[in-house]
């Protein structure tokens, strides 16, 4: 079997519940139970990789503070995984398969040694789900096809607040990435 991973970007409950900081509401609540099934496929044998944004209380610093209120801050229930994802990630993080990464931009490489934990596991398939489909998978996606990965997505698997941003993000990942753009 070849070696692919998972990678799950951003399911807290900042981003997903309807009391949400920065909520995607029912579009990213739609996505839950496929998420789920994807990792319940993946768990036994393959990589999976939860990446989840970090931010800071005030971080005046930080470039998202001029665009968005104070979302996913250090050790607030509002970062933790939401929902079904959460729970199932409780039961499965200690194993060695299971991975969960901060980052601190919409990139999931950016700044975080995702890269390097996928080369050494020899992996270059990798299936990217989540939210925002135009903010977070769009940057991640752009990373991981200028790194050379095969991507897939699967249109059940993402969600955003834009729909507009959703469609068009799924033409991009489809006709200027190469990924796999599947139901
Ligand atoms: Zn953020």
């Known amino acids: 079997m070849s070696n692919k991973a998972l990678i799950i970007v951003d399911y807290s409950f900042d ?5 949400g900081k920065l909520t995607c509401g029912k579009p990213g609540q739609e996505i839950e139970t496929f998420i789920t099934q994807r990792i319940k496929n993946y768990h036994n044998q393959q990589e999976i990789f939860f990446l989840m ?3 800071y209380e005030n971080d005046k610093f ?3 503070s001029k665009l968005f209120p104070n979302h996913n801050i250090h050790q607030t229930p509002g970062r933790e995984l939401y929902g079904e994802v959460g729970r199932l990630y409780n039961s499965i993080k200690d194993q060695m398969n299971v991975h969960y990464l901060d980052k601190t931009r919409y990139d999931s490489f950016y700044g975080t ?3 390097s934990l996928l080369r050494e596991r020899q992996i270059n398939d990798i299936e990217i789900v989540g939210v925002c489909t135009d903010i977070c998978i769009l940057h ?5 096809y200028n790194l050379g990965y095969n ?3 699967p249109i059940r698997g993402v969600a ?3 729909q507009d941003g959703h469609q068009w993000a799924l033409s991009h990942f489809k006709n200027s990435l190469g990924a796999k753009v599947e139901d």
């Open 15 to 19: 981003f997903i519940d309807d009391s």
């Open 113 to 115: 040694p995702l890269d």
């Open 151 to 153: 991507i897939t997505i």
């Open 53 to 55: 944004d970090l931010h």
């Open 160 to 162: 955003s607040f834009n």
């Open 140 to 144: 991640t996606a752009v990373s991981a």
């Open 62 to 64: 930080h470039p998202e």
